[in-house]
T-cell receptor, first 113, second 114 residues
Framework: GENVEQHPSTLSVQEGDSAVIKCTYS??????FPWYKQELGKRPQLIID?????GEKKDQRIAVTLNKTAKHFSLHITETQPEDSAVYFC????????????FGRGTSLIVHP | EAGVAQSPRYKIIEKRQSVAFWCNPI?????LYWYQQILGQGPKLLIQ????????DSQLPKDRFSAERLKGVDSTLKIQPAKLEDSAVYLC????????????FGPGTRLLVL
């Protein structure tokens, strides 16, 4: 089955700095890559996603890049703010009639004011 | 629109006991997911339904876990008998279709097995 590795497990930055979280996947058939943000004690919420026919997608301070050849994708957050502090999960989804997701272990992002 | 509902929110049981969780997805959502999230880890997919059919249950420990989605709406996840390592948050999520679409998560059920 699919295997998703996520790094780093913890990321500490100063407010205003950029943050980058990287994920690799094993199954070249994966073609949908969402990113979720989970604040402490709350449910995961989608923040951005990318499909395999696109190399980059941006939404305000958040961007995701995908390298299909290398089978890795990254989340970039610019001008970080304290409210960006949360756990971020990447996922890789394979279509077998329905999209089946595999999540990474998560990155705890801490933004210091 | 109303979100994904789950109950109970918290459950404490002793090992070897049984427990059941309930999920009501967003109205009209065809796809329903059950995840197990152990502290400090990402959600692990246990079972995925498309309407009332199972799409994937390859990571469901079938000797003790079972799930059903009658009439393609609500779903229940059961553990019988529970083990200590089943202590986790059980998340239910739904999406409009089986395609690449946003999953909407419920608040989760926090299970502690003593």
């Amino acid at each position: 089955g699919e295997n998703v590795e996520q790094h780093p497990s913890t990321l500490s930055v100063q407010e205003g700095d950029s943050a980058v979280i990287k994920c690799t996947y094993s199954d070249s058939a994966s073609n949908y890559f969402p990113w979720y943000k989970q604040e402490l004690g709350k449910r995961p919420q989608l923040i951005i996603d990318i499909r395999s026919n696109v190399g980059e997608k941006k939404d305000q301070r958040i961007a995701v890049t995908l390298n299909k050849t290398a089978k890795h994708f990254s989340l970039h957050i610019t001008e970080t703010q304290p409210e960006d502090s949360a756990v971020y999960f990447c996922a890789a989804s394979i279509s077998r009639g329905s999209y089946i997701p595999t999540f990474g272990r998560g990155t705890s992002l801490i933004v210091h004011p | 629109e109303a979100g994904v509902a789950q109950s109970p929110r918290y459950k404490i049981i002793e090992k070897r006991q049984s427990v059941a969780f309930w999920c009501n997805p967003i109205s009209g959502h065809a796809t329903l997911y059950w995840y197990q999230q152990i502290l400090g880890q990402g959600p692990k997919l246990l079972i995925q339904f498309q309407n009332n059919g199972v799409v994937d249950d390859s990571q469901l420990p079938k000797d003790r876990f079972s799930a059903e989605r009658l009439k393609g709406v609500d779903s229940t996840l059961k553990i019988q008998p529970a083990k200590l390592e089943d202590s986790a948050v059980y998340l239910c999520a739904s999406s409009p279709s089986g395609g690449p679409a946003t999953q909407y998560f419920g608040p989760g059920t926090r299970l502690l097995v003593l």
